[in-house]
C-alpha cells in the first residue's frame, strides 16, 4: 500500500501559520510548543472534517447498515501524530515544525491524553474505533464525554497518590459541538397504568448534547464518528432560578444535572454500586438510542426493519440497560406490540463480555432501579417473566437453573444481573480470546450456553498496528518498509514476510540496533521520571498493566527479591558465569480503593530502593516504577521492552491486549497458558516464548483439591527466605510490618491467585530467559519470529470477524 497521497510540505506549513495567526492568536514567531501544537491539529482538523462530511454523505446515501458501538469507555490517549499520519501531512508538518526549530515529538507530546477509559477494555474500544474507519464500516462509537478523565497518579514516597485529569481544560482541537444535536434523558417518578398502556412520570431531566471526535482511516478517506455526549441542565430549569435571583440555587442545581458526564469512575477493583454510575449509564445510552433512532427514522421511516439496519454493540454490560430502553422506546413511544419489539430487539442487539472475575460481573439492587429507572425495571421484570417460562419448559421443574438463570439475584437484597439482561437481550455473546470464550460457557454463561449454544462465540481481541508499531515504533517500521513493503499498515499478515530474514545478519544487526536505541529512549523516560539511572545494555523486564492481585506483579517482585538475594549470594553468577543484568520495569494504576493493589506498588517501590542502591548489584539489577500509565507513555514503554510479563494465573486474564502490543514490537514472552499468550503461542511456535506454570485444568484441580500454599512455602527452594526478607521489614526498615499481611494473604490467606504454586517454574524459566539473552543471535532471531507472527493480532482481523459474524456488515474492499 502506497499510504495516502501526501500534500506538499510547502501547502502544510503556510496553512500552519495561517492557523497561528488567525485560529491561535499568536505571533508565528514567538509560537511557544503548545501554541504550534494548536495550529498544526487544526490544520489536520480542517481536513478531517471534509472526510468525515464525504464519508456520512456516503452512508446517508447508500442509506448502509451501521454497528454502533456502545462503551462507557474509550482509551484514545493523543490524536495528532495519528490523524497526521492518516491524511499523509506527516513530513509536511515537521518541515512545517522545522521552521520553528520544534521536533514533532516535542510539539506532539504537548497534547493531553484523551484517557477517557481505565484499562483493557477501554484501548480496546478505541483501537477498534481505528479499524472501524480503516476497514471502512459504516460505524459510530457512543460514549461520555467526562470532563475528567483517568485520574492522574504521582508516586510519593512510593505510594500511590491519585489527581484528577482536567484533560478538557485548555480546550481540544479534536471536538466537534454538534450544535443542536441534543435529547432529553428523564430519571426517577412513576409509572401510571392506563388502558393498558404504560406512562412514565419522569422526575427530572437532562440534556445530552453531543461532541464528536472524528476517527481517521488509514490508508483510506473513510472515517469513523465517536460520539460523546455531556450532560447539561434543561434551560428553562435555570432560568426559573436566576429569575429569583437565586444564584445560589441555580449553580447548585446545575451541578447536579451536570456532574453526571463529570467523572469517569476509576474503580475497577470492585463495581462501583452508585446511583451516579447507574445514572451515567443510562444517560448515554437513552441519548444513543434516540440518536440511531431518529436517524434511522430519518433514512427509512420506519421502525420494522430496525434490526436489518442497525447493528449495537454492548462493550460489557456497563450499556445494557439498552436493551429495556430500546423496548421502552418501541413499544411506550412508537406503539409496538411487545413480541416483535422483542424480536427486533434481540436481533439488533449484541453483547462482549471482558472478564470472569465474579466480583466484577454488574448487578443494580433492584430499590435503586425502581428510584433511578422505574419503567425500565417494569420492562426487566417482563423479559425476565417470559424469559423464565420459555426456560421452565426446557428444563421442567429444575428449580434451581431458573433461580440461576433468572435476570434476578433473589439471595439477600435483591438486585438485576446486568450480564443476564445482555444475554437474554442479544443475538450474539462474545468473549475476547479461545480460552475465555471457552471458559465462559464452561463456567459463568454454563446455564445459559445450555439454553442457546449458537449464540456464544469467540472474537480474539486485536490491536491497531497504525499507534502500536507504524507511530510508536518509526524505527522498526523502518526496517519492514524496506524488507517487506508497506503494505502492513493495512495487512498486518504481510509481517509474516518478515519471517525470512530472522538469521539474516544484516536484517538482526539492524533490528538490534532499533531496538537498543528504543532501550535508550526508554531509559531516558525512567531516569526523568524515577531518578534511576538503569543501562540500556540490560535485558528490559516489562510488567505494564492495572495492578490487580490476578496479574500476579506479586510474583514478579518474588522472582525479582529471590534474584536479589541470589546475586547476593553468589555474585558471580549461579553457574559462574556472571549475571546477566536485568532491569525490571514496572507501570500501572490502582483503583484508589483497593488497598492491596496500593500495597504491591509501595512494594516495588521500597524494595527498588534497596535494590538500586546496593553497591554489591550495581547493573545487575535494577526495579523501577513508572508513574501515571497511560497510551502515551505505553507508546514509549512498548517499543524498549525485550521481555514482555504476561503471568496472571491460568484462567483469570480474559485476552490481554499489552501482551500483544509487547510482542508486535519485538519482545518476547514469558507468561502463562491463559488469554491469547495462547493464541500467541501458537503464532510464534513453541521455541519462541516462554510459558511456565499451570495450566487452567490444572488450576482448578488443585484449588478442588484443596491448595495449601504453607507447602510451597517450606518446600520449594529460595521460597522462603524471599517470602521472609518481604514479611520481616528488609525493604520497609522504618515500618517493619508493612508487608506482613501481604504474605501472609499468602501463607494464611488462602493465596487465592496461586503463586506459591508457580513460584519455581516461574523462576527456573527466568533462568532459561538469562540463557538465551547471552546468545544475542539467537535471541534476535526469536524476537523478529515474534513480530512475523503478530499478523492476526491486528485489530482490522477482529473488526472483520465481528462485522461479518456478529453484526452483519460486510465491510467494503
Ligand atoms: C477486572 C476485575 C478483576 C478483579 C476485581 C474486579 C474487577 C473489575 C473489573 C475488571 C475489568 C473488567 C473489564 C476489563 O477491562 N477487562 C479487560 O478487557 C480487555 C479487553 O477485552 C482484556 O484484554 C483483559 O484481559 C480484560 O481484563
Given at each position: 500500500m502506497s499510504p495516502t497521497p501526501t500534500r506538499p510540505a510547502h501547502a502544510i506549513a503556510s496553512r500552519v501559520e495561517d492557523h497561528l495567526l488567525h485560529t491561535v492568536g499568536t505571533a508565528p514567531a514567538k509560537a511557544t510548543q503548545t501554541e504550534l501544537m494548536q495550529a498544526v491539529s487544526q490544520v489536520a482538523r480542517a481536513e478531517l472534517s471534509q472526510r468525515w462530511v464525504q464519508t456520512q454523505a456516503a452512508d446517508r446515501g447508500a442509506r448502509a447498515r451501521r454497528v454502533y458501538y456502545l462503551s462507557m469507555e474509550f482509551l484514545i490517549g493523543r490524536t495528532l501524530s495519528n490523524a497526521l499520519a492518516a491524511l499523509g501531512q506527516q513530513d509536511g508538518a515537521t518541515e512545517a515544525l522545522g521552521a520553528h526549530a520544534q521536533a514533532m515529538e516535542d510539539v506532539a507530546a504537548c497534547e493531553p491524553d484523551a484517557a477517557l477509559g481505565n484499562g483493557g477494555l477501554g484501548r480496546l474500544a478505541a483501537c477498534f474505533l481505528d479499524s472501524m474507519a480503516t476497514v471502512g464500516l459504516p460505524s459510530f462509537g457512543y460514549g461520555i464525554r467526562y470532563e475528567y478523565g483517568m485520574f492522574a497518579q504521582e508516586i510519593r514516597q512510593g505510594a500511590q497518590i491519585e489527581h484528577p485529569d482536567p484533560w478538557l481544560e485548555d480546550g481540544t482541537p479534536w471536538e466537534f459541538p454538534r450544535w443542536g444535536v441534543t435529547y432529553p434523558v428523564r430519571f426517577g417518578g412513576w409509572v401510571e397504568h392506563v388502558d393498558g398502556k404504560a406512562i412514565w412520570r419522569p422526575a427530572g431531566e437532562v440534556e445530552a448534547k453531543a461532541y464528536d471526535m472524528v476517527i481517521p482511516g488509514h490508508g483510506t478517506t473513510k472515517v469513523s464518528t465517536l460520539r460523546l455526549w455531556k450532560a447539561t441542565a434543561p434551560s428553562h430549569i435555570d432560568l426559573n432560578a436566576f429569575n429569583t435571583g437565586d444564584y445560589q440555587r441555580a449553580a447548585t442545581a446545575k451541578n447536579e444535572y451536570e456532574n453526571i458526564s463529570w467523572v469517569l469512575y476509576p474503580n475497577d477493583s470492585t463495581p462501583a454500586g452508585r446511583e451516579l454510575r447507574l445514572k451515567q449509564e443510562y444517560f448515554f445510552v437513552a441519548a444513543s438510542v434516540q440518536d440511531l433512532i431518529h436517524r434511522h427514522l430519518g433514512e427509512h421511516g420506519t421502525l420494522t426493519n430496525l434490526a436489518d439496519r442497525v447493528a449495537i454493540h454492548l462493550n460489557d454490560t456497563h450499556p445494557a440497560i439498552g436493551v429495556a430502553e430500546l423496548m421502552r422506546v418501541l413499544c411506550d413511544e412508537h406503539g409496538m406490540d411487545w413480541t416483535p419489539a422483542w424480536a427486533i430487539c434481540r436481533n439488533t442487539f449484541s453483547y462482549t463480555n471482558h472478564t470472569l472475575m465474579p466480583e466484577a460481573l454488574e448487578t443494580w439492587p433492584v430499590g435503586l432501579m425502581q428510584h433511578v429507572l422505574p419503567r425500565h425495571l417494569e420492562i426487566i421484570f417482563r423479559i425476565n417473566k417470559e424469559f423464565l417460562e420459555f426456560a421452565a419448559a426446557f428444563r421442567p421443574g429444575d428449580d434451581g437453573f431458573l433461580a440461576r438463570l433468572?435476570?434476578?439475584?433473589?439471595?439477600?437484597e435483591r438486585r438485576v444481573r446486568m450480564a443476564h439482561l445482555s444475554i437474554v437481550g442479544s443475538h450474539k455473546v462474545n468473549g475476547v480470546s479461545k480460552l475465555h470464550s471457552d471458559l465462559l460457557v464452561q463456567t459463568i454463561f454454563a446455564d445459559f450456553a445450555a439454553l442457546w449454544p449458537e449464540r456464544f462465540t469467540n472474537m480474539t481481541n486485536g490491536i491497531t498496528p497504525r499507534r502500536w508499531l507504524s507511530q510508536a515504533n518509526p524505527g522498526l517500521s523502518g526496517l519492514l518498509d524496506r524488507q517487506i513493503g508497506h503494505g502492513w499498515r493495512r495487512d498486518l499478515d504481510e509481517l509474516h514476510k518478515l519471517a525470512a530474514h530472522r538469521s539474516d545478519p544484516a536484517v538482526q544487526a539492524e533490528f538490534m540496533g532499533i531496538k537498543r536505541a528504543n532501550k535508550a529512549r526508554l531509559a531516558a523516560l525512567i531516569a526523568r521520571t524515577t531518578g534511576v539511572q538503569v543501562s540500556p545494555d540490560s535485558l528490559f523486564d516489562v510488567q505494564v498493566k492495572r495492578i490487580h492481585e490476578y496479574k500476579r506483579q506479586l510474583l514478579n517482585v518474588l522472582h525479582v527479591v529471590g534474584r536479589y538475594q541470589a546475586i547476593l549470594a553468589n555474585p558471580n553468577g549461579p553457574d559462574g558465569r556472571g549475571w546477566v543484568p536485568r532491569t525490571v520495569i514496572f507501570a500501572g494504576k490502582a483503583a484508589s480503593s483497593y488497598h492491596t493493589a496500593k500495597s504491591i506498588i509501595r512494594l516495588i517501590h521500597d524494595a527498588g530502593r534497596v535494590i538500586n542502591n546496593d553497591p554489591r548489584v550495581g547493573d545487575l539489577l535494577k526495579l523501577v516504577f513508572i508513574p501515571n500509565y497511560g497510551v502515551s507513555v505505553a507508546e514509549t514503554i512498548m517499543p524498549g521492552a525485550d521481555l514482555s510479563e504476561q503471568i496472571s494465573t491460568a484462567g483469570t486474564e480474559a485476552s490481554g491486549t499489552g501482551n500483544m502490543k509487547l510482542a508486535l514490537n519485538g519482545a518476547l514472552t514469558i507468561g502463562t497458558d491463559d488469554g491469547a499468550n495462547i493464541e500467541i503461542r501458537q503464532a510464534v511456535g513453541d521455541e519462541n516464548i516462554f510459558i511456565f506454570g499451570l495450566k487452567t485444568p490444572q488450576v482448578q484441580a488443585l484449588r478442588a483439591s484443596g491448595y495449601q500454599p504453607m507447602r510451597y512455602y517450606e518446600s520449594e527452594p529460595g521460597l522462603k527466605p524471599v517470602l521472609d526478607a518481604i514479611a520481616g521489614g528488609q525493604f520497609s526498615p522504618d515500618e517493619p510490618g508493612r508487608y506482613r499481611g501481604l504474605v501472609d494473604s499468602l501463607l494464611w490467606g488462602g493465596d487465592h491467585y496461586m503463586l506459591l504454586a508457580d513460584y519455581t517454574s516461574y523462576v527456573n524459566t527466568q533462568a532459561e530467559v538469562d540463557a538465551l539473552y547471552r546468545k544475542p543471535t539467537e535471541w534476535c532471531a526469536r524476537a523478529i519470529t515474534n513480530v512475523s507472527g503478530m499478523?492476526?493480532?491486528?485489530a482490522d482481523r477482529t473488526i472483520r470477524e465481528y462485522a461479518r459474524q456478529i453484526w452483519r456488515i460486510e465491510p467494503k474492499p
Open positions: 433468572s435476570l434476578i439475584d433473589e439471595q439477600g499478523g492476526v493480532f491486528s
